[in-house]
């Protein structure tokens, strides 16, 4: 299954939780110095479900595609 992910850049605090927690997805845009998805549409995997629980703004939504 695939979802769909979407980062609240207002919110992010560029900590870098989510790139640690799944690089496979999340990386951060060095001109924004903010979060941002590799892809509009990942696979929904255990690391992405974990990275939006732990960040810290809970600024991560994940819908399915
Ligand atoms: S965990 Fe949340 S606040 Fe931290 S960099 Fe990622 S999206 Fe931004």
Request: aromatic share 4%; with cysteine; hydrophobic share 35%.
């Amino acid at each position: 299954m695939n979802c769909r992910v979407n980062i609240d850049t207002y919110r992010c605090n560029s900590c870098e939780t989510c790139v640690v927690v799944c690089p496979e997805v999340f990386r951060i845009n060095p001109a924004l110095e903010k979060a941002e998805s590799i892809s509009d549409t990942v696979a929904c995997s255990e690391p992405l479900k974990r990275a939006a629980a732990m960040c810290p703004e809970k600024c991560i939504a994940i819908e399915p595609a």
